[in-house]
């Protein structure tokens, strides 16, 4: 350069082969100042950008995006630059956009304007840090270079398009440019100089195809090609069909079949209708060049192939169990990702299939690294760090490094001799087996086997520990607040409610929820009965213990305990350290949940004092061992306590259930209470209808002929005895108290009744007698005196009508009874339904 532009313009067509955080296209070195005019390509797995810097480093690090710019094809890119303007263009694969650089403050403090200045060194392809080289292979880039054309003016957006159009219309001479002889830019080391044709360069690519030089059925190079996220190739026109061909004749001896064709083509017949469809879409063929005696699908013969050098270009139908080589399309270079180095790794994440070596297909690394066919085994070289290199172990003929294998590495930063890594293709959502073939993550660890090999449902353990965790220890909290335990009971069955010795039999399941930040999970499904933990030793688990309303410790005997799971939060970032592709989420954000199924037996302080018509109160009272409400609290998840079982027993009907969480002496519990009402139905049938009609029949013998007195008290006391008995009968099924229950004073009010009926009725027995013999003394007296004339007559009614005492008295008894029965009737009722 032997002037100071204040316009420059960069057209270049570029094929870029290994990406890098910093590799140079343009560096221009003068007036002793590293970089007077620095471009570098910045790609990673993200994205592509351009970094650009001029000027005795007053603009620096401008960033200039490059959407679409990729791997392996070719990318027609031209930058317009304009210093005193700063309006600057840039154009890449036919799009064209504005870009501005950014000048530092101490160059604007200058006001001077921006140049370039002359009579250095520019290099092309490296980073230039002193006059003389100063390369660096980290800085080199690795890439393909056509058309290299260095304008001194700013190229108009029209005149860029021509460029990436390959039309050729720019009108001014480039002062820099790629020629043949290299008499102005000159190859120096490690650099080759050939020839590729404008139509290579120019013509868009589409799609990607590579033959795989291993034989196999044409179903097994359908699972081949889809592994890899690609399909048996298909050519669409006669040009496709040949460059195909001649591109991998080279192979014919290897794939070469008893048949005369060399590989598969994704095409299938149907020899009914004798038609042929694509197998990537099922539609029908656009193109096809079977040969005109092999072109009907017939049975036996539904596949397609393409034939050999002798046959070159035709196509015939062949038996789809014949073996040849596999013939896959790609939309674009497959990516493949590689997991289990550590994190301080040397070696590429992320590989590219592109070209051969030793005549089979090579993985070359994004930036540095290659995998490679060595004719022995696989090996994993780096082209940046010499003596970096790992060896796949225990290789069969055909295998490659698809999949999960055991590798030994060599003068890598993770210090592992042998380390097992997984080479897959499968997308971000996909998990991929042992074998390479994908499968969706949502299907790893579902208890159905989907990879051929098992390995979906392999080391599907749901808790990842980290190093230094301790089970002894609980869970730290997650704010200021105590940790929270989400606590619940379920209550399937009451298997005994035993009145008479106060206690209690039920079946209940006690539910614990709670976050331990510590953890990582992983594997986890929707339903959290999936995410079984299979070792809940490994983890803090809280203790629990029951008291029940007496104080006293509740018999729990264990039927089953599981811990589980529950999805929350979002996925955390990969770790590509990690072989497995498994979504980990974060214990801050899932729970653990821990299910214990037991039997309780416990008792209960019933009160009876209202019985058969009382309702009982009984208590649990739950805490964890040893964990204060400094560090955690029980707390009620969601309804607390809730009952599956039959609320209505022999005797009694669960009528509410409730649950209360709180503190005492700095310890958190949960409290829940049962309320049992009576099912005094069965009472009021068997014990109040048959007691209260005895005393009935006892107050009927009133209606009894006064004279009949043996008739009287012999159905009054068969009625007393029967009633006793009754009360005899009932009290041996209930509890011994030292208070009067409810029922004890309906039988002693009764008996009481019974007993001063029969009292009357002795009464009235009594006095009757003694008027009958007033009576006949009366009637003597009178038949002695009968001589005396009618004089008397009326002296003798009267004493009759005085002495019918008796009669009178047991009428009065006949309301008596019935007025004290009701009552008492109304009385009691009062007191059972609203006392």
Not at 40 to 64: D, E, H, P, Y
Not at 89 to 114: M, S, T, Y
Not at 244 to 262: E, M, S
Not at 435 to 450: E, M, P, Q, V
Request: charged letters at 20%; aromatic letters at 10%; glycine letters at 6%.
């Amino acid at each position: 350069m032997g002037s100071s532009p204040l316009q420059l313009s960069l057209c270049v067509r570029l094929r870029v082969l290994h990406a890098s955080q910093d590799s140079s296209l343009l560096s221009y070195f003068a007036d002793d100042v590293d970089g007077e005019i620095s471009l570098s390509v910045n790609m990673t797995a993200t994205g592509a950008s351009l970094r650009f810097s001029c000027c005795k480093g007053r603009v620096q690090s401008t960033v200039i995006p490059l959407p679409g710019f990729r791997l392996y094809v070719w990318n027609h890119l031209c930058l317009s630059l304009h210093l005193s303007s700063n309006i600057n263009l840039r154009a890449l694969n036919g799009q064209v956009g504005e870009w501005h650089f950014l000048e530092d403050q101490l160059g604007k403090a200058i006001q001077e304007p921006l140049v370039v200045v002359g009579g250095g060194r520019l290099v092309v392809g490296q980073d230039l840090d002193i006059p003389d080289g100063g390369f660096s292979i980290s800085q080199s880039l690795h890439a393909e270079i056509a058309d290299f054309l260095l304008y001194d003016v700013a190229l108009t957006a029209p005149e860029m398009i021509t460029f990436m159009s390959c039309q050729q219309n720019i009108t001014h001479d480039p002062v820099i440019y790629l020629d043949g002889n290299g008499t102005v830019l000159r190859a120096v080391g490690e650099t080759e100089v050939s020839r590729v044709s404008e139509t290579q360069v120019c013509e868009k690519a589409e799609g990607y195809t590579l033959l795989f030089p291993e034989r196999m059925n044409f179903y097994e190079a359908v699972i081949w090609c889809g592994t890899l996220q690609g399909s048996v190739a298909l050519p669409r026109s006669k040009k496709e069909n040949e460059e195909i061909h001649d591109r991998f004749q080279r192979f014919n001896d290897v794939c070469l079949d008893g048949w005369g064709t060399i590989y598969y083509l994704g095409a299938v017949g149907n020899s009914t209708t004798e038609k042929w469809s694509a197998v990537v879409d099922g539609g029908p063929l656009t193109w096809d060049n079977f040969d005109p005696g092999w072109n009907k699908p017939t049975n036996g013969y539904t596949c397609s192939s393409v034939g050999s050098h002798i046959f070159p270009y035709i196509w015939f139908s062949a038996p789809c169990n014949n073996k040849m080589c596999a013939l896959c399309n790609f939309r674009s270079h497959p990516e493949l990702r590689i997991r289990g180095l550590c994190t301080s790794s040397l070696f590429d994440r992320i590989f590219y299939l592109h070209d051969y070596e030793n005549d089979r297909p090579a993985f070359d690394g994004l930036e540095q690294s290659r995998i490679y066919w060595n004719n022995d085994t696989w090996v994993m070289e780096s082209r940046v760090h010499e003596g970096l290199r790992a060896l796949m172990v225990a290789v069969r003929t055909q295998e490659y490094p698809l999949g999960l294998h055991t590798w030994a590495i060599h003068q890598d930063k993770c210090h592992q001799p042998q380390v097992e890594l997984l080479l897959t293709s499968c997308g971000r959502d996909d998990y991929t087996c042992n074998s390479g073939a994908c499968i969706s993550k949502r299907r790893r660890c579902d208890l159905i086997t989907d990879c051929s090999d098992l390995s979906d449902e392999f080391d599907c353990d749901v808790i990842y520990t980290p190093s230094g965790y301790s089970a002894a220890l609980p869970p730290p909290k997650l704010s200021s607040e105590p940790l929270p335990l989400f606590f619940s009971l379920t209550i399937t069955s009451i298997r005994e409610f035993n009145l008479v010795e106060f206690t209690l039999v039920l079946d209940a399941i006690v539910s614990l929820r709670w976050h331990d930040s510590r953890l990582i999970f992983r594997n986890l499904q929707e339903d959290f009965r999936a995410n079984k933990v299979k070792d809940p030793s490994r983890v803090w688990q809280p203790g629990v213990f029951i008291r029940d309303g007496t104080r006293g410790a509740v018999d729990a005997q264990p039927r089953s305990q599981a811990l589980f799971v529950v999805l929350g939060g979002q996925t955390l970032a990969d770790d590509d350290a990690v072989v497995a592709e498994e979504d980990s989420f974060s214990g801050r954000w899932s729970q653990l949940v821990l299910e214990q199924e037991s039997t309780l037996t416990f008792r209960c302080q019933f009160q009876l004092r209202m019985y058969p018509v009382d309702r009982q109160r009984c208590l649990l009272v739950f805490t964890v061992h040893d964990l204060t409400n400094k560090f955690a609290v029980l707390t009620q998840d969601a309804a607390g306590v809730k009952f599956e079982g039959s609320r209505r027993l022999l005797e009694y009907e669960l009528v509410k259930e409730s649950l209360t969480a709180m503190v005492q002496a700095n310890t958190s519990l949960v409290r829940v209470v049962l309320e049992f009402d009576n099912l005094f139905g069965y009472y009021i049938c068997n014990t109040f209808v048959p007691s209260l009609m005895l005393v009935i029949i006892c107050f009927l013998t009133l209606f009894f002929d006064l004279a009949d007195f043996q008739d009287r008290i012999m159905v009054s006391l068969t009625a007393m005895l029967v009633l006793a008995t009754f009360f005899s009968q009932t009290s041996l099924t209930m509890p011994k108290t030292s208070y009067m229950k409810l029922i004890d004073i309906w039988y002693l009010a009764l008996i009481c009744e019974d007993f001063l009926i029969i009292v009357s009725l002795v009464l009235l027995e009594n006095l009757r007698l003694q008027q009958q013999s007033s009576l006949l003394k009366v009637q003597v007296l009178s038949l002695h005196h009968h001589h005396q004339g009618r004089r008397n007559n009326k002296q003798d009614v009267a004493r009759f009508r005085s002495d019918d005492r008796a009669a009178e008295l047991n009428r009065k008894l006949v309301i008596f009874f019935p007025v004290t029965l009701l009552i008492f009737l109304i009385s009691f009722f009062v007191v059972c339904f609203c006392g």
